[in-house]
């Protein structure tokens, strides 16, 4: 079959693979882009854009049961999963509504269908027909793991958490790491009775540790269960339906409605001709670049969770902008600098962090390392009496302070990281947030007034 010509081939259709696609052909280049599955991947439909939705929903409820402490004539707040599903459907139509828009203003063609690399310029579609291009780049994602254990398919992932139509009656989470967190807040705030299995002895790894230890208190506070240092070694279903959770000390958990494994992802790299090109993976199935992004092999490139790099939505937008305005926009040196990303959980309440843990900084600078945290109670919860907390967490260095690290936990920590984010990257010193004035009263104003 005679092959159709491009400049790019795009695999995958979610963030990376859409930000590539756009970016090579805003500047001139000619291509085309295979997805079989809703566009937007994972972030889209099973990630970050309805998990926001439901977090926010959550929020709500949380917002309702306060206010009745502060003399608001309300009942106990009751979601109608089924009616906020339209909604949040809805929004996300709507997104992928806009992404076809796109494509057919850019001229990027679109394939629904998987692709299979044939050599180093050269993708075969699901029918069979050959594109061929200077340049490839994988953006296939990743999708979540089940573990290796005796009846884990008793157990759903997390992708499975969209398909609830109601909050289960008592719930497990395996894992403690963003999306067990996350998942965890979420369905104890509109009414199950969560329980945490954790196999490590703390949260969030990656995360600062005071940082982890204030929000497993916070989660505590709301009603969640913890086990630190659970080690799951079955599952075995329940008598009357549901599933029992046993570990490795042979203790068994009482009976759960539902069970969710949050316990890492693995990359969609299987039948794709990898091998066959000889473009390079590791022990795990990721598939390595550089810091251009580039693989082994000539041509060949990747972004995104496919990569085992930072798996957050925007990195793989932004690596994917860089790499195709170095490949077709002239611009040699464009890259993705990986340091001091800022990222966020959302949790309840949110946690958010950019540059290194204080632990990362002494490693990295011993002795000259100073560390200033405040610790309060947001004005609302104040007033009502709750017990939830906000910590806030500097890490500096050197004579001169510079900041290295800023850590947030608490409400509205997800909107106000990116600034302070921004500062972070040029260079801030302890100095520089002194001299800010603070805006009062607010959360934000702790920032700068750390001493």
Request: some cysteine.
């Amino acid at each position: 079959m005679t092959p159709q010509e491009f400049d790019l081939v795009v695999i995958g259709g979610g963030s990376g693979g859409l930000a590539g696609a756009f970016r090579a052909a805003s500047h001139g280049a000619r291509v085309a882009l295979l997805e079989p599955k809703s566009l937007g991947g994972t972030c889209v439909n099973v990630g970050c854009v309805p998990k926001k939705a439901m977090w926010l929903a959550a929020e709500l409820s949380q917002k309702i049961a306060l206010a009745s402490s502060l003399g608001f004539d309300t009942v106990p707040p009751t979601l109608d999963w089924k009616e906020f599903i339209v909604h949040r459907q809805r929004y996300i139509a709507g997104i992928h509504a806009s992404y076809m828009k796109r494509l057919d203003e850019s001229g990027v063609v679109l394939m629904p269908c998987h692709g299979r690399l044939q050599d180093a310029h050269t993708v075969v579609n699901a029918d069979g027909v050959p594109l061929r291009a200077g340049h490839l780049l994988i953006a296939t994602g990743g999708r979540p793991s089940r573990p290796d254990i005796p009846g884990a398919m008793l157990g759903q992932v997390s992708d499975d958490f969209f398909n609830l139509c109601a909050a289960p009656r008592r719930v497990a989470i395996v894992g403690g790491g963003y999306v067990a967190v996350e998942l965890a807040g979420v369905l104890q705030a509109l009414g199950s009775q969560v329980e945490l299995f954790v196999r490590g002895q703390r949260l969030l790894e990656g995360f600062d540790a005071q940082i982890a230890a204030e929000l497993a208190d916070d989660m505590h506070q709301h009603g969640v269960h913890l086990h630190f240092g659970y080690a799951v070694a079955a599952l075995e279903a329940a008598r009357d339906g549901g599933v029992i959770v046993l570990a490795e000390d042979g203790t068994r958990s009482e009976r759960f409605d539902g069970l969710i494994f949050a316990t890492g992802r693995k990359p969609n790299t299987a039948e794709m001709g990898l091998e066959s090109v000889g473009v390079e993976t590791d022990a795990r199935g990721f598939v390595r670049v550089d810091a251009w992004q580039d693989t082994n092999v000539a041509g060949i490139h990747a972004v995104g969770d496919v990569t085992g790099q930072a798996a957050l939505t925007p990195v793989a937008i932004a690596a994917a902008r860089r790499l195709m305005d170095r490949v077709f926009g002239g611009q040699s040196d464009a890259r993705l600098d990986y340091r001091d990303i800022a990222t966020v959980v959302f949790s309840h309440p949110p946690a958010g962090k950019v540059g290194q843990t204080e632990e990362e900084a002494r490693a990295a600078h011993g002795d000259s390392v100073k560390t200033y945290t405040a610790r309060f109670r947001p004005m609302l919860h104040a007033l009502a009496d709750s017990p939830q907390r906000s910590l806030f967490k500097l890490v500096c260095v050197g004579a001169d302070q510079r900041v290295v690290g800023l850590h947030l936990l608490g409400e509205g920590a997800d909107e106000m990281l990116q600034g302070f984010a921004v500062a972070l990257k040029k260079g801030i010193t302890l100095a520089d947030l002194h001299d800010t004035v603070a805006i009062h009263p607010t959360s934000a104003e702790e920032v700068v007034l750390m001493r």
